[in-house]
């Protein structure tokens, strides 16, 4: 069967493939095409989203480790979160970007209640309202549990097989995002969140949670 010709009408197939151009020249366009959906996408990019521009033959994971080494050096990188990949600033120069007042403030709205509980769902989750009092030993308010909903740091989990089968409550994919983490088995021990001072804090900011969590994890991949 004849293929049918595309019309001028019709808009151009996008080749993924790449497959008439040399392998070399491929590859390169393949890393090409990852930065610039890393650098225009808002939110971490799953891996669906690149396999769309490379085609399924092509290593994501080797493509991005091709990337990161030709990023060696500059100041961002690309790195893990939420089980995608996204554009980061190194820490190392977080006080240039605060200093030059350049980028909006995206401090987390969290009091110091607010903040405690988020600390105790992500480290116990799935956790129910009353686990929560219980770990913090003072009654925690569905007001802010209610408020942290609704900054997209926690949600429903599944029904607690306790009476009365209360909802649980686990951390979103918002939470990885916000705080730069791919799975939770990146969260740093509890010790760790005090000594950087996060715990007992009067409100905290992303880079501020952001540093710490990763000075943690370097701490934890220099011990092993």
């Keep these: 069967m004849a293929r049918r010709k595309r019309t001028d009408a019709e808009p151009p197939i996008f080749d993924a493939e790449l497959a008439d151009m040399p392998a070399d020249l491929r590859w390169c366009e393949w890393m090409n095409r990852i930065e610039a959906v890393l650098f225009a996408a808002p939110k971490p990019v799953d891996r669906e989203a690149l396999v769309r521009v490379v085609g399924r033959d092509a290593s994501i994971d080797l493509l991005i480790d091709d990337i990161r080494e030709a990023l060696r050096g500059k100041p961002y990188d690309v790195v893990s ?3 995608g990949w996204a554009f980061r600033t190194r820490t190392a120069y977080a006080d240039a970007i605060a200093t030059s007042a350049a ?3 995206r401090a987390v709205d969290l009091t110091q209640n607010e903040a405690m509980v988020l600390v105790s769902i992500a480290y116990h989750q799935p956790v129910t ?3 929560v009092s219980e770990i913090l030993g003072r009654e925690v308010s569905r007001d802010v549990i209610g408020a942290l909903r609704d900054k997209n740091m926690i949600t ?3 029904r607690s097989p306790t ?3 209360p909802f649980t409550y686990v951390t979103t994919k ?4 916000h705080f730069g983490l791919d799975t939770l088995r990146e969260l740093p021990g509890l010790n760790e969140l005090e000594d950087s001072g996060l715990i007992g804090s009067a409100g905290v900011s992303r880079e501020y949670m952001s540093a ?3 000075a943690a994890d370097d701490a934890a991949s220099d011990g092993r």
């Excluded at 918002?174 to 995002?177: P, Q, T």
């Design 81 to 83: 979160i939420a089980g």
């Design 103 to 105: 980028v909006p403030d």
């Design 129 to 131: 309202r009353a686990g």
């Design 156 to 158: 429903a989990g599944p």
């Design 163 to 165: 009476a009365g089968a």
């Design 174 to 177: 918002g939470f990885l995002e």
């Design 212 to 214: 710490a969590l990763r």
